[in-house]
């Protein structure tokens, strides 16, 4: 296919090749001194001294300067003109100027200084140097006898005409696009991209802007849909193919900032792209994933490549592949009032995180949830890290319908501190679905469930949710409400709701909370009063540690806020002997607050009084 795409190229352009011998053994003329001059002495280059005479190039390459000039010889000036049926006089000074010139770099570099990458020639175009095995040279030429330095600049004698290279040139030439290639020729037989991509500057449809994912850009999407190339179909990768072509314009990195708005000309595919400059080049597709432009200007006779680090996805190519959250918070869809959202997950770069293909379930707030939040203030005020806690904290592993939620806790992907212990959610069933409490308890409840998406399930919420205190899960759980009066209504001389928001990293904050159930209170003669009750309360309570399950030892000693101590026995479950030796059993543990850990009880621990 390589092959094809070059005679294509050679045909369109009818340009000439020039190319050496392989015998290393030419000896060149010890008269030499400027590159000119190496030219006019070695009959072996007589005819490429013709064309640089034609072409009035001579003088350029007899001047002061520092040229690098891959050189071809008689014997593949020949050979290309025969196989064109053509001769030096049928070209013109115009044809010739342009060719020749693609074979100069306004730079001396020798074979040690030569490395894998682009570089501008004197014809304005780019040359791709591959040394990986010798040195070729735009895929086309290879050099066969390095550095025969003259006066002004090196000769690198190779063994082709280095041919006016298009846009499929480079695709060819870099085997950082290498799938980019098998999509654009084997994966896609039936379109004729080569002859598209290969058009000539001036005629419809070029010229081209064509952004070129790499090799990784196609692992990359692969990876996100779980998918292997060979589940993309023909029409599919035509589609996606089309769409990172911009037919008609060469936009150029210097010319990006005067796209309007930041949205592109359409595509060969009909949509648009959005481009955002701000840290760098992006582009937007219809994901909501930003790709980066990370190499610019690589410029053909009929066009210019970016590459890109992600493959380009329109609409019409998600709605075969299916959309991800950030794809649906994006564009909308079933659920279309989520900008703010998707502006919170950009400026966090969750909108990347949350693209790939592992399964979560999402509890979604709208636009109004976020007014609510912010009060008008703006999603720029907050820190970043604070932000990303936030939505994070929306966020549970795997895809949890509404049919298989359940009164319960889980686990999101927002985490304590800056440790890998995730916080809790509480979520209960009871009457719809209410997370943490629902909005009074800065938590929320479902407005709209199951949401669909190729990555999981959304649930629109009606709230921003809250990153949890202890509280927040102590109010949120009706398993809990004889504690909740018995810390506020019963003990009003004691700011306990105050004391156990107090945010980590303030004293006493991280608390350990062992919380008793309803029916460890119930199973009490008779709730004591304030003066016996708030010490008992202080007793379930560990002031500057975040103790987890995993953290408690047998026969450990804790001393707790009241300044009391209990024994912990890991030997079978979890149990704790308080200072009376009852005995009270770990129903629950590890619910994760943000200034710490809650741990559930079925008796109330009592201390001696």
């Known amino acids: 296919m390589k092959n094809f795409f070059k005679t294509v190229f050679i045909t369109l352009f009818v340009i000439t090749v020039f190319s050496c011998t392989d015998d290393d053994d030419t000896v060149f003329p010890p008269t030499s001194t400027t590159i000119a001059d190496f030219v006019a002495e070695n009959s072996?280059?007589?005819?490429?001294?013709?064309?640089?005479?034609?072409?009035e190039l001579v003088t350029t390459l007899s001047g002061e300067?520092?040229?690098t000039v891959f050189a071809p010889n008689n014997a593949?000036?020949?050979a290309l003109l025969s196989s064109l049926g053509a001769t030096l006089d049928d070209l013109s000074k115009e044809d010739l100027t342009p060719i020749l010139l693609n074979h100069v770099l306004d730079s001396k570099l020798t074979s040690s200084q030569l490395s894998t990458g682009y570089v501008d020639n004197l014809a304005t175009f780019s040359t791709y140097i591959n040394t990986?095995?010798?040195?070729?040279?735009?895929?086309?030429?290879?050099?066969?006898?390095?550095?025969?330095?003259?006066?002004?600049?090196?000769?690198?004698?190779?063994?082709?005409?280095?041919?006016?290279?298009?846009?499929?040139?480079?695709?060819?030439?870099?085997?950082?696009?290498?799938?980019?290639?098998?999509a654009l020729t084997d994966l896609t037989p039936a379109t004729d991209f080569a002859g598209v991509l290969s058009t000539a500057?001036?005629?419809?449809?070029?010229?081209?802007?064509?952004?070129?994912?790499?090799?990784?850009?196609?692992?990359?999407?692969?990876?996100?849909?779980?998918?292997?190339?060979?589940d993309l179909n023909a029409a599919q990768l035509e589609i996606v193919l089309n769409y990172h072509v911009i037919a008609g314009a060469k936009v150029l990195e210097a010319d990006l900032p005067g796209i309007p708005d930041g949205v592109t000309p359409a595509t060969l595919q009909g949509e648009t792209l959005t481009l955002n400059l701000e840290g760098g080049a992006f582009l937007r597709d219809k994901t909501g994933v930003d790709s980066e432009i990370i190499a610019t200007d690589v410029k053909a006779t009929n066009g210019v490549i970016h590459a890109i680090n992600k493959v380009l996805l329109p609409n019409a190519?998600?709605?075969?592949l299916g959309r991800s959250f950030t794809a649906v918070a994006y564009n909308g869809g079933e659920a279309s009032d989520f900008s703010s959202l998707y502006a919170a997950l950009r400026i966090t770069g969750l909108n990347d995180a949350l693209d790939n293909a592992m399964m979560r379930?999402?509890?979604?707030?709208?636009?109004?949830?976020?007014?609510?939040?912010?009060?008008?203030?703006?999603?720029?005020?907050?820190?970043?890290?604070?932000?990303?806690?936030i939505l994070l904290n929306h966020v549970v592993s795997g895809k949890l319908l509404s049919s298989d939620l359940s009164t319960s806790y889980a686990n999101t992907l927002a985490t304590y501190s800056d440790t890998s212990n995730n916080l809790s959610i509480y979520i209960n069933t009871d009457s719809g679905v209410v997370l943490n409490g629902g909005m009074s308890n800065g938590g929320a409840a479902v407005a709209t469930a199951d949401v669909e998406t190729r990555n999981g399930v959304i649930h629109v919420v009606d709230a921003v949710i809250g990153l949890p205190t202890v509280v927040t899960f102590a109010v949120a759980d009706p398993n809990f409400s004889t504690l909740v009066s018995a810390l506020t209504t019963l003990t009003p001389a004691t700011d306990f709701a105050g004391i156990l928001s107090t945010a980590q990293g303030t004293d006493p904050a991280p608390f350990t909370v062992f919380a008793p159930l309803n029916s460890a209170f119930d199973a009490l003669a008779s709730i004591p009063g304030e003066a016996q009750l708030t010490p008992i309360l202080q007793y379930h309570v560990v002031a500057g540690a975040n103790v987890r399950a995993e953290d408690l030892t047998d026969g450990q000693v804790v001393t707790t806020l009241e300044t009391g101590t209990f024994t912990v026995n890991t030997t079978s479950g979890v149990t704790i002997t308080d200072e009376t030796n009852q005995v009270t059993n770990v129903v629950a543990n590890n619910v994760q607050a943000t200034n710490g850990v809650i741990h559930v009880l079925d008796k109330v621990l009592m201390p001696m009084m």
């Open 76 to 78: 593949a000036f020949d």
């Open 132 to 182: 990986t095995n010798g040195v070729q040279i735009n895929g086309i030429s290879t050099v066969t006898q390095a550095d025969i330095e003259r006066s002004n600049g090196v000769i690198h004698a190779v063994d082709a005409v280095i041919t006016l290279p298009t846009v499929t040139t480079f695709a060819v030439a870099d085997p950082n696009f290498d799938t980019l290639q098998a």
């Open 44 to 55: 072996d280059y007589s005819s490429l001294l013709a064309a640089l005479e034609k072409a």
């Open 65 to 67: 300067g520092n040229f």
């Open 317 to 320: 190519a998600l709605d075969a």
């Open 361 to 389: 379930t999402v509890f979604a707030p709208t636009n109004a949830a976020f007014e609510t939040l912010l009060n008008g203030a703006s999603l720029e005020d907050l820190p970043v890290e604070t932000v990303t806690q």
């Open 201 to 230: 500057d001036g005629t419809a449809p070029a010229p081209f802007t064509v952004f070129a994912p790499t090799n990784d850009a196609f692992t990359d999407l692969l990876d996100r849909f779980d998918i292997e190339i060979g």
